[in-house]
């Protein structure tokens, strides 16, 4: 049951520019559903997988319930009626995804019905900005090539698997995940550091929104850790991701990923906020 007073709609493609007016009041941490919003724009797919609480003129939060779900900049009363709301249907989301502090709200109301599929939860994962431009580093980072997709799809499998904890290539056999390696490399998203016809370093621009291009998958060959090419090349994929994409460069990461951190932050990028994940 809703409480009194508490309404959830669907996002209408009229609405569209005032739901992302909304998500754009917090660009870094929307980055991922608010490039999803922009993506399905005003087709019929925005009223599917985005709704709002309150009034549609002046949201009170807005929700992504697609293949993540995952609200943007909500009141503590939308993330109630947004609990309440899913919580009273099936489940189609493979994570939950935000805000720490919403998402530990929002998750109250929905723990008792979803909480038996839970996988993982990731409740500290720090959100990361690049600050001033530093030097370069020396790791031969660039854009990969259209060409170079079947070079590329092995290591993003690779990264999917260590990251994510699931396998790409089921349920399709991989053809979706490959198509999305394909797109990412086609818009030049994808970034690679290659020797001898073998990827050693990759990263995406997972998402792009507004001022913000978000950074997911990043991958170093596993008999290339610990020598610092993570670091060097995380150095300049700052500043070509800058030149290429947007001015604001983020990404989160595990907490208990120290080595991550650790190149991280050696290449310039500190925390600004804290995203919790919870996956089925």
Do not use: C
């Amino acid at each position: 049951m809703f409480r009194r007073g508490g309404r959830v709609r669907p996002v209408r493609p009229s609405g569209v520019d005032i739901a992302l007016t909304h998500a754009l009041k917090d660009p870094v941490t929307n980055a991922l559903a608010g490039a999803r919003l922009r993506e399905v724009g005003r087709s019929p797919a925005v009223s599917q997988e985005f709704s709002y609480a309150g009034d549609e003129r002046l949201p009170g939060g807005l929700l992504w319930h697609g293949v993540n779900l995952s609200p943007l900049s909500a009141t503590a009363e939308a993330l109630e009626d947004f609990g309440s709301h899913m919580a009273a249907r099936p489940r189609r989301a493979s994570s939950v995804v935000g805000e720490r502090r919403a998402i530990e709200t929002f998750w109250e109301s929905l723990a008792e019905t979803w909480g038996r599929d839970v996988r993982e939860y990731r409740w500290s994962q720090p959100l990361l900005v690049a600050g001033a431009a530093g030097r370069a580093g020396a790791s031969r980072l660039r854009p990969a090539m259209p060409e170079e997709a079947d070079l590329v799809f092995p290591a993003a499998v690779a990264m999917f698997r260590e990251e994510v904890g699931v396998d790409p290539l089921q349920g399709d056999g991989g053809r979706s995940y490959r198509n999305r390696v394909r797109d990412l490399i086609r818009h030049g998203r994808t970034y690679v550091v290659v020797e001898d016809d073998r990827v050693l370093f990759k990263a995406d621009v997972g998402s792009l929104f507004g001022p913000v291009a978000q950074i997911h998958g990043v991958w170093v060959r596993p008999d290339h850790r610990g020598q610092g090419l993570g670091r060097t090349a995380m150095a300049d994929l700052v500043g070509q991701v800058r030149r290429d994409h947007a001015p604001q460069v983020t990404l989160y990461v595990n907490d208990f990923n120290e080595p991550a951190r650790r190149a991280y932050a050696a290449s310039g990028f500190h925390q600004i906020g804290e995203l919790s994940t919870i996956l089925f």
